[in-house]
């Protein structure tokens, strides 16, 4: 039983990062919070595929010499997982950007702040 889970664990990692990144998406009123889900959603995912792409005893593809017959790596899902963590990066810093500006003209971060309790006064 237990040689079983520990075969397992990069999916039971992605189970527990897509279920907290849905609990925050559906429990919290914050943007901030939100926004954490989403990011621990694509985590999950991006462990998911690393994990997909790996394979007992193989090799890596650049190391082979000709005429192998070894199971080898598949590098694609590897190469689009560091694209989208770069994606996720760039878009991390994109949202905190736009979470500081909401919070400079609401006050607040949550999506319960009305425009009619802005302190500001609006625009």
Do not use: C, W
């Amino acid at each position: 039983m237990m040689q079983f889970a520990a075969e397992r664990g990069p999916y039971y990692v992605f189970v527990v990062l897509m279920v907290l990144g849905v609990y925050l998406l559906l429990t919290h009123r914050s943007l901030l919070k939100n926004f954490v889900g989403l990011y621990l959603m694509q985590l999950g995912i991006v462990v998911f595929f690393i994990s997909i792409a790996v394979r007992v005893g193989g090799s890596i593809p650049v190391m082979l010499g000709e005429g192998h017959d070894v199971a080898v790596h598949n590098p694609v899902p590897h190469a689009l997982m560091v694209t989208a963590i770069v994606v996720s990066v760039a878009t991390l810093g994109v949202a905190i950007a736009i979470l500081l500006r909401i919070q400079k003209q609401q006050g607040s971060i949550d999506e319960d702040v009305d425009e009619a309790e802005d302190p500001e006064g609006g625009s």
